[in-house]
């Protein structure tokens, strides 16, 4: 799972291949929002990748746009999501469907939002496997079971019959996940999976999400905003802002060298638990909502502390600089202090 | 533990500086049934038998996952909830006894933060009546307008915010209006209760950078419930680790955090991930099994130990333990576990269950048996 070298992944074909994602809000009589904004990444077979971003960074949207969930009215999705050399954007609905939930999973931030409150847990993880696998009865039932089983819920054969406010929190998002496993899907995207969770629960679900993706060889795509998260559970990190991926690379060069102004500020503004104490934070200024729309120039330039006036001159192009992309006219120095 | 002895050097610190001074403090909520004869039938014990003393002008961090009752007792300390049993003792007045217009009163040293700025803000205020509501409703004269602004001022908003509506206002914004409203009435206490969660990571620094300076400015107590360690960490100078209703670890936060001693600190602190890939491929994590038990039926003996990787066969499950001191610690460093020596000094061994190894190359090492 901690793969660090990468190299057998970055020989294989990519699994997951965006290009170019793009996706528009349109409300009548308001103004259009571009939520995502020209992101591509690959996600290769056995890879875990990291989208991380604040709220309205778009990391959310792109999921559901991969997935094909967001309302057909008033979005517009542009690009191409290749899966498998298929282009999820263009499938056929009915295709579609077929490949949610047994080749790609996802699991939600909020567990309660979403398993349906009226119906027990059993039927819910059955209909999976009744809908992509064809088992019935009995034979779907056992199958439920199993796969409670191996979420770590005890006592499965009860909690089949339970109903999701029976279920704690972390046990109803460990019924999720067993859900998304249900068909052994190749890609697993899981959407803030310990958000709402306490960290003791959320250390048991980020072990068992690294078990399963070791054990059963798929991918896994993190949407998350907590660094710590991702630092010790993904291969590669994209950090979003605004809707545009503005770095990414390896954890370990982006966690050891942060090279984005906005990188390097988020890692100078989180407590760590293992830093000296009394060590000042330094907040980013402003807030996420003071963002440049990024055809005028970069979108964090309001924020950023190393601006120059070029930056507001016109949107900056994500360059790759051997060991990363990113998308900024005056990176952070290697091994320079984050300015306060 | 509610009748447990405080530890004389609290007790000796209580007469010298002690602001509010919590001993025994028990909050259970009934639990009724029945259609035409209500009747209890147990109850559910959110707070049962707390001691914690906050120190003047010093930050107390209280720290404990969901459902542990830390919101509890801090609205208890203010009394929002009704304390069960228990004294609160405020300077040298019993928050208890009061009622009415003398607690009202009262309330003006006590003021709170709450989580999420946007529900305890009413979206149909203005900023400026947000603001000046404490000051009418204490009778405060003079000119509000001008205390309103200086206010914004204190908490980094510009004079303009006070004509504007709480939705006018972003997550970190409406915190600072939210800081600003409790102390207009210039508050010797305040109880922040999860204070940054529900804000931006970029966002969070800036509100806890905030509270550290009104802090240096205004000579303010704070106690700040949070359910992160590192946020907790980073402010507070004594830190109280609460399990399921009561105090499992008290200490100042350095040595909290340099050498915990309760299993559950310990599993606590190893669950925080660390923005750091280097730490996290190499630290040794201790990981709980379960959830937290109902604390409307609590384990007997220690509450935590159902999931403690510690756990005993004898006197664990059989008689609580109490808050006390451990050789070779500051007298302020308190633990409530019966073998706090033993796994300091490596005697009791976690249940190799429980241990996630960093690297999974090594796993094959044996795992040192549990001592049973």
Redesign the interface.
């Known amino acids: 799972m901690r793969v660090t070298d990468s190299e057998p992944l970055l020989r294989s074909e990519p699994l997951l291949d965006v290009r170019d994602l793009s996706v528009t809000f349109t409300r009548k009589g308001g103004p259009t929002v571009r939520a995502v904004d020209g992101v591509s990444f690959t996600v290769r077979p056995g890879e875990t990748v990291g989208l991380v971003g604040e709220s309205g960074s778009g990391k959310s949207v792109t999921s559901l746009a991969v997935m094909r969930l967001l309302p057909r009215r008033g979005v517009q999705v542009g690009g191409q999501v290749l899966f498998d050399g298929d282009d999820l954007l263009t499938l056929p609905r009915d295709r579609m469907r077929d490949i949610r939930g047994r080749d790609i999973a996802m699991v939600f931030q909020d567990p309660m939002s979403s398993l349906n409150p009226v119906v027990p847990i059993g039927i819910q993880v059955t209909e999976v496997l009744e809908r992509h696998q064809d088992l019935k009865g009995e034979t779907a039932r056992a199958a439920a079971e199993e796969l409670l089983f191996r979420v770590g819920i005890p006592d499965p054969r009860r909690r089949l019959k339970e109903y999701p406010h029976q279920l704690s929190g972390g046990m109803r998002q460990r019924a999720l996940i067993a859900m998304a496993l249900a068909c052994k899907p190749r890609l697993l995207i899981a959407d803030e999976p310990t958000t709402a969770l306490d960290v003791t629960i959320q250390a048991q679900i980020i072990e068992l999400l690294k078990e399963l993706v070791q054990d059963t060889g798929a991918s896994l795509v993190m949407i998350t905003h907590d660094l710590g998260v991702v630092a010790g559970l993904c291969d590669t990190v994209h950090v979003m802002y605004s809707g545009r991926i503005v770095e990414s690379a390896g954890r370990r060069e982006l966690f050891g060298e942060p090279r984005h102004p906005y990188t390097g500020g988020l890692l100078a503004s989180v407590p760590r638990l293992d830093a000296p104490r009394g060590a000042p934070l330094h907040p980013i200024p402003g807030s996420p909502t003071d963002v440049l729309s990024w055809h005028k120039g970069c979108a964090f330039a309001p924020r950023c502390p190393n601006r120059l006036d070029a930056c507001i001159g016109g949107p900056p192009r994500l360059e790759s600089l051997g060991d990363r992309s990113l998308r900024c006219l005056n990176p952070l120095e290697q091994n320079e202090e984050v300015p306060a | 533990m509610s009748d447990q002895v405080p530890a004389p050097s609290a007790e000796k610190r209580a007469s010298a500086d002690v602001l509010l001074s919590v001993r025994g403090l028990e909050v259970h909520f009934p639990i009724r049934s029945g259609i035409v004869v209500e009747r209890q039938v147990g109850s559910v014990k959110a707070v049962d038998g707390v001691d914690l003393d906050i120190p003047r002008g010093a930050t107390v961090g209280l720290v404990g ?2 459902g542990c009752g830390k919101s509890t007792l801090g609205r208890a300390i203010l009394r929002l909830v009704e304390p069960t049993a228990g004294t609160v003792t405020f300077g040298d007045v019993d928050v208890r006894a009061l009622a009415g217009e003398d607690l009202r009163r009262m309330r003006r040293q006590m003021q709170m933060v709450f989580q999420d700025p946007m529900a305890s803000l009413d979206p149909r205020q203005n900023v400026q009546s947000v603001l000046s509501e404490p000051l009418r409703a204490h009778g405060i004269g003079g000119d509000h307008r001008a205390r309103v602004r200086e206010l914004l001022d204190v908490v980094g908003l510009p004079a303009s915010a006070a004509n504007r509506y709480p939705h006018e206002f ?4 409406r915190q600072r209006i939210g800081i600003a409203r409790a102390i207009a009435l210039e508050p010797q206490l305040i109880v922040a209760d999860e204070p940054v969660s529900a804000l ?7 509100v ?2 905030l509270l550290e300076e009104l802090q240096d400015r205004l000579g303010l107590t704070y106690l700040v419930i949070a ?5 907790v ?2 402010i507070a100078d004594v830190v109280a680790v609460m399990y399921l209703g009561g105090l499992v670890e008290q200490a100042p ?2 040595d909290l ?1 340099a050498t915990p001693l309760h299993p559950y600190t310990k ?15 190499t630290r040794q ?1 201790i ?2 099994q ?3 038990p109902s604390p409307a039926d609590p384990p007997t003996g220690c509450r935590f130990h159902t999931r403690c990787p510690f756990r005993q066969p004898t006197r664990c499950a059989e008689e609580r333990p109490l808050l006390r001191t451990v050789a070779g610690h500051a007298d302020a460093h308190r633990v409530a576990c019966h073998w706090a020596e033993d796994i300091e000094a490596g005697r009791i061994l976690p249940a190799a269950s429980a241990v ?1 190894d960093p ?2 190359v090594r796993e094959p090492d044996p795992q040192p048996d549990p001592a049973t």
């Not at chain 2, 931006?200 to 800036?206: R, T, W």
């Open positions: 996952e969901s972003s997550g970190g914004q931006d990571v970029s966002i969070q620094a800036q806890v950078n359910h992160d360690l590192a946020v960490r980073h936060s350095d955090y599993a606590l602190m190893s669950a925080v991930p660390i923005p750091d890939p280097v730490v996290e491929d994590r990981l709980l379960g959830d937290l996630v690297d999974p």
